[in-house]
């Protein structure tokens, strides 16, 4: 088992990738706090790992408030005896220009896809150097990469992700800490049919624009999970500051 005796966090722990990626650590043997804004869905999550015989507890908070970032940590090093690995991974999208974006929106995407990695990072690393090391990865996007029309605040945020992914890394290596981004593109999750909802277009033909890439289909929860594993797996001992691109070849 590749994670055997880790602990872990997995923020966004109730959504498609997150979910997908609690299971497969639970799977490998790490005990895992799924932490989400839907407590109910991340309850739901953690009881379908102890289902299986797996650890886990859920924890509901909101990751761009530092109080419950520090309650989290707090809950994880109490409940597991310390944190091992972290997945950041909660985010939202709003599909809108610049002159569409408000102040408030532009806020609250950086809050919950920036700020909010920077805070678990400032309390968990600590708990990490203190313990000899760890593993932190964050979710960016292809839109991280490269440009994407109608959601400036989400490509703003995703390209702020993977470099501050680098920063992280260069800062903690020598504390054994390594940091990595995984950047899918265009998986089967709720936050597709969302993007299709706010813009207005039909679903059915929203998701065959997905599947427009090398592989043809779009990607799966469980095949970003299994990037991530690898991530935050000791496979990847000599692996940090990358950006993983995972995405059917969308952006080759
Ligand atoms: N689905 C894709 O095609 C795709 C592509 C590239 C990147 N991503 C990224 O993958 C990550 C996971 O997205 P997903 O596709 O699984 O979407 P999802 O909507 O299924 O899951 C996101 C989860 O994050 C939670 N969340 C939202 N705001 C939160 C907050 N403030 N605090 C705590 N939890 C919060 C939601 O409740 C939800 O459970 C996101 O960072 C997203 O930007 C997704």
């Not at 569409?100 to 806020?107: A, G, L, P, Q, R």
């Not at 678990?120 to 490269?146: E, R």
């Not at 427009?212 to 970003?224: C, F, K, N, V």
Request: glycine share 14%.
């Amino acid at each position: 088992m590749r994670l055997e005796g880790k602990k872990a966090i997995v923020t966004g722990g109730a959504g498609g990738i997150g979910r997908a990626t609690s299971l497969a650590f639970a799977a490998e043997g790490a005990a895992v706090a799924v932490v989400d804004l839907n407590g109910d869905a991340a309850e739901a999550v953690a009881e379908e790992i102890r289902a299986a015989g797996g650890t886990a507890i859920a924890v509901a908070a909101d990751v761009s408030s530092e109080p419950d970032i520090e309650r989290v940590v707090q809950t994880a090093v109490e409940q597991f005896g310390g944190v091992d690995v972290v997945f950041n991974n909660a985010g939202i999208i709003r599909r809108t220009t610049a002159v569409e974006t408000s102040v408030e929106e532009w806020d609250r995407v950086f809050g919950v896809n920036v700020r909010a990695i920077f805070l678990m990072c400032k309390h968990v690393v600590p708990i990490m150097a203190a313990a000899g090391g760890g593993s932190i990865v964050n979710t960016g996007s292809g839109w991280g990469l490269k440009g994407g029309g109608q959601a400036i605040s989400y490509c703003a945020s995703k390209g702020a992700v993977v470099n501050m992914t680098r920063a992280l890394a260069i800062d903690h290596g020598p504390q054994g800490i390594r940091v990595n981004s995984v950047n899918p593109g265009d998986v089967d999750t709720g936050m597709l049919r969302d993007e299709a909802r706010q813009l207005g277009q039909d679903q059915a033909g929203f998701l065959a624009e997905a599947a427009d890439r090398p592989l043809q289909r779009m990607g799966q929860p469980s095949e970003i999970a299994a990037a991530v594993l690898w991530l935050a797996s000791d496979d990847s001992s000599y692996v940090t500051g990358s950006a993983l691109v995972v995405d059917g070849g969308g952006i080759a």
